[in-house]
């Protein structure tokens, strides 16, 4: 659904946009397209905040978004895990159209070409200053790495002004924050080496030296010793730039903060990616052991006080009204995701996924369906939307916000739902792909899991075994897998009745659909 401007400033004026609506006199268009914030935190399930039902841990920044703006019930990142949902948000383009796009080692080459739009290089064209402060995860450079010159192409050449990020999760190494090309506080005389194929340097690992961790490991995460923790991955070097988990949270929303501050004057796009709730749960110690829901909960209270932090520098800057405020996650939950953590046992009164089954890697609701909230003061009214949207649809939304366009065969799978981000509409897409290990196709009620249907062109190593664990409300039988499983999402929503056999017509309608949009 494209607008044409006139129909969008005829939108932005029934929404309110441009009236100074505290002052009760309108003006029918804004002097300046709004600033974006778009926070996106990592593995926050639905059920893992206030106002999408958590009771036992208590998160007042986040469901004051929601208070404030408009929640959504049926949104939608793109894949089950990070770098597939990221590149989608970035590029308007489902992952799954390319080969290797599943989550990458920390020294993995950039998966976005600079060529290639984004919503970040779009809003920058359109007069934006556009910053990255957090977790990038979507590769670096073009070949082999070398952390100790400018690391290039990344964040700052495909659309970014300014970028302060770590390369890949805070389980992986190098364990080192970048400011646009080069390695934050890393001494020459101690330069970083990196490798994901075997050790390199002497320093302990999780495998040999399982006695100096502070946090053991479950599964994988044998690698070098950083801080305490062990990580995927080997490095040697850069001492001196190594961060403390404990003090990341703190560090991004400083630098996230101080970009609001220093950009007020102009229209900012901010992409503010929080490493929270992502292993290692290394919460800060005036997060830690606050909650009978156990660590998650505190790295959760941590995560909701960054986003108190954006939420007080836009209001003591008068910016609220100026600025739309996206919360969201990149991928559904997990509890056990490689470190003993003791997360698994505080589930039973925490449904992380909420009313969802799965999370975190399964195809299940639990895997993409996600908190969304956006908040536009005195423009977005307060409420909840069940319309099915996407956020690969931010660039083609965004865009249209912003009074520009996506480029031509740019973007193709980001369609324009703004009247349903600003509440305007209740209606949103019609259908969409989601990716775990295979494709599901959701369209109105419906969704279809064609457990065939694999991302990429070539196949796909199977990955790791995915337990389906039981993060929501949904009964804890485990429902037998099929090829091609059929469930009616409002009748089922646990998808725990597979109804392909009974229903071969709209199976054989939504397997067309579904071929139909992999072969645009
Ligand atoms: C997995 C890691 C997991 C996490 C995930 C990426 C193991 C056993 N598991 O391979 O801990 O890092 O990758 O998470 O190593 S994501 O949110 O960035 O997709
Ligand atoms: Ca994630």
């Known amino acids: 659904m494209r607008m044409d401007r006139r129909q969008l400033l005829q939108l932005l004026a029934l929404s309110g946009a441009g009236a ?4 009760g006199f309108s003006a029918p268009v804004r002097k300046r397209p709004p600033n974006i914030v778009v926070i996106l935190s990592d593995d926050v399930g639905y059920g893992d905040v206030g106002c999408y039902g958590a009771n036992d841990v208590k998160t007042p920044h986040i469901d004051e978004l929601a208070k404030d703006g408009l929640r959504f019930t049926n949104a939608h990142c793109d894949a089950a895990t990070c770098t597939p949902s990221r590149y989608a948000l970035l590029t308007g383009s489902y992952a799954w159209r390319r ?9 993995a080459k950039l998966l976005i070409h600079p060529d290639q739009p984004t919503i970040a290089s779009i809003l920058k064209k359109a007069g934006y ?75 302990p690992t999780g495998k040999e030296n399982p006695d100096l961790l502070k946090m053991k490991l479950s599964e994988g995460h044998d690698g070098t010793i950083v801080d305490g923790v062990s990580r995927i991955g080997f490095m040697t070097g850069g001492k001196s730039a190594r961060w403390t988990d404990e003090n990341m949270a703190a560090t991004f929303t400083d630098k996230a903060v101080q970009f609001i501050e220093t950009n007020r004057d102009q229209p900012f796009f901010l992409y503010f990616t929080p490493s929270d709730i992502h292993v290692p749960r290394m919460p800060n110690e005036q997060f830690a052991n606050q909650n009978t829901c156990g660590i998650r909960c505190d790295v959760l209270n941590e995560l909701d006080w960054s986003v108190g932090r954006i939420i007080d520098k836009l209001k003591s800057l008068h910016l609220e009204e100026d600025t739309i405020v996206i919360f969201s996650s990149d991928n559904g939950p997990v509890v056990n995701d490689g470190y003993d953590d003791g997360a698994d046992h505080h589930t039973d009164s ?9 999370g975190k890697y399964t195809i299940t609701e639990g895997g993409t369906r996600i908190p969304f909230i956006v908040r536009w003061k005195g423009n977005v009214k307060p409420g909840v939307s069940d319309a099915l949207i996407s956020q690969l649809d931010l660039t083609a939304s965004l865009s249209e916000l912003a009074g520009t366009r996506v480029p031509q065969s740019a973007a193709g799978d980001s369609q324009n739902v703004l009247p349903a981000l600003l509440g305007r509409s209740k209606i949103g897409r019609q259908s969409l792909v989601e990716e775990a290990q295979c494709l599901a196709l959701i369209e109105g009620d419906w969704k279809l899991i064609d457990r065939a249907q694999r991302p990429g062109t070539t196949p796909q190593p199977k990955g790791r075994y995915i337990p389906d664990t039981i993060l ?12 091609i499983e059929l469930y009616n999402l409002k009748a089922d929503p646990h998808e725990m009745h597979n109804v392909a056999d009974q229903h071969p017509e709209i199976v054989t309608r939504m397997k067309r659909k579904l071929a139909d949009i992999r072969s645009r």
């Open 20 to 23: 100074a609506t505290a002052r």
């Open 350 to 358: 925490h449904p992380p996924a909420g009313p969802w089954r799965g």
């Open 472 to 483: 929501g409300d949904a009964p804890r039988e485990t429902p037998p897998q099929s090829a």
């Open 129 to 203: 200053r556009t910053g990255l402060v957090g977790k990038w995860h979507i590769g670096l450079g073009s070949g082999t790495i070398d952390w100790n010159t400018a690391i290039e192409p990344g964040p700052c050449e495909v659309g970014f002004d300014e970028a302060f990020f770590f390369a890949a999760t805070a389980d992986r190494v190098p364990t080192v924050y970048i400011h646009d090309h080069n390695v934050v506080g890393l001494d020459p005389t101690d330069p970083i080496k990196v490798s994901y194929r075997a050790k390199i340097g002497n320093e």
């Open 99 to 107: 080969d290797g796009i599943q989550v990458l080692p920390g020294d």
